[in-house]
């Protein structure tokens, strides 16, 4: 009986200390959740081997959440609906504020797989910084390839 109750004490001590560590990094990690990341819509992680899928101008302008993230576009995109967007000023350049100051620049890798981008329309005026008018305002160390702008 008393060996019994020793092993309940000692299983609680070394389970509590885990169940508090794993309770911590789990309110930590930004993708320690039961649900799929809501932060930018996409299907995927980001990471090489499961990019975040690129299906639609929404994706491609939520893009600058993650901006060191790894992306595939998925089909050609159709971005005429852009003129309608963020009072008037369109796409916001990846690496933009809305106000359109510098974020950060894209740093992440994206594969076009073949597909083309067409018809975006960006309200050179709300640019705040110099430059600064396309797909992305600025990019540090990306890697961009296979992609057709028009």
């Not at 990690?29 to 990341?37: I, T, V």
């Not at 083309?116 to 005026?125: L, M």
């Amino acid at each position: 009986m008393v060996l019994k109750r020793y092993k309940t004490i000692i299983s609680i001590a070394i389970i509590a200390p885990l169940l508090v560590l794993g309770n911590l990094l789990t309110a930590t990690h930004p993708r320690a959740s039961a649900d799929p990341p809501s932060d930018n819509g996409m299907t995927g992680s980001g990471i090489y081997g499961d990019p975040f899928l690129v299906t639609d101008c929404v994706d491609l302008q939520n893009m600058g959440i993650n901006s060191s993230s790894v992306y595939a576009i998925t089909q050609d995109i159709d971005c005429s609906d852009s003129v309608n967007w963020n009072s008037g000023k369109g796409f916001i350049p990846i690496g933009l504020n809305s106000d359109g100051s510098l974020n950060a620049g894209f740093s992440g890798k994206l594969d076009g797989k073949g597909h083309t981008i067409s018809n975006i329309f960006i309200d050179q005026s709300s640019i705040a910084v110099s430059g600064g008018v396309g797909l992305f305002a600025e990019v540090d160390a990306a890697k961009i390839n296979d992609l057709s702008l028009q």
